[in-house]
């Protein structure tokens, strides 16, 4: 009798190009459903400031877990691990120093977390991926400031988004590939 074992059944990991296409930045789309997350973590950092600019309490703390899925089309909305040009089998040699290596950043229990700062009257945030911290839109040490990061994320279309309207079958131009000129 040829049974199959409870972890024959789980779904082996996926090579690093096959994570950059279903789950990085190769398709737009996939970064771009991050968008109700993105806008969530944007409002609860608008009303800490709020409170604070207020003198009142605020939620010092949220806390929120997903899996691979999540997490990958959030790095890659914020553009952490973008490369240029796309991962393609015919610049396999140049990958060797790519910046998307899966299995660094997306390891089993990997984890994101965003910290809010003020500093004097500004406010500015860090980014952390798996509790180090990574330079966000090329900002120096001491994260970026709130409103630059908000800026970016907003013309990025990823706070206030229309996720209907995303996911239209009549907007294919969305779920184009970013290299489309390959055969």
Not at 46 to 55: H, P, R, S, T
Not at 116 to 136: A, D, H, Q, T
Not at 158 to 170: A, E, T, V
Request: aromatic share 10%; net charge positive.
């Amino acid at each position: 009798m040829n049974r199959k074992s409870k972890a024959d059944s789980l779904s082996p990991p996926l090579p690093n190009r096959k994570v950059y296409y279903q789950l990085g930045p190769a398709y737009p789309i996939t970064w771009k459903l991050s968008c109700p997350l993105v806008t969530e973590i944007v409002r609860e950092m608008d009303k800490a400031i709020a409170a604070i600019d207020k003198g009142h309490s605020y939620v010092r703390g949220r806390f929120a877990f997903g899996h691979t899925e999540t997490l990958g089309p959030l790095l890659s909305a914020l553009g952490i691990f973008d490369d240029q040009p796309p991962l393609k089998a015919e610049n396999f040699k140049k990958e060797k120093q790519r910046k998307f290596k899966s299995s660094t950043f997306l390891p089993f229990a990997a984890n994101v977390h965003f910290v809010l700062y003020k500093c004097g009257s500004v406010f500015r945030l860090k980014l952390y991926i798996n509790e180090k911290e990574f330079p966000f839109l090329k900002c120096k040490a001491g994260g970026c400031p709130f409103d630059t990061v908000k800026k970016m994320l907003n013309d990025k279309g990823l706070i206030q988004c229309d996720n209907g309207r995303l996911c239209d079958p009549s907007r294919k131009q969305e779920c184009q590939r970013i290299d489309d000129n390959c055969s």
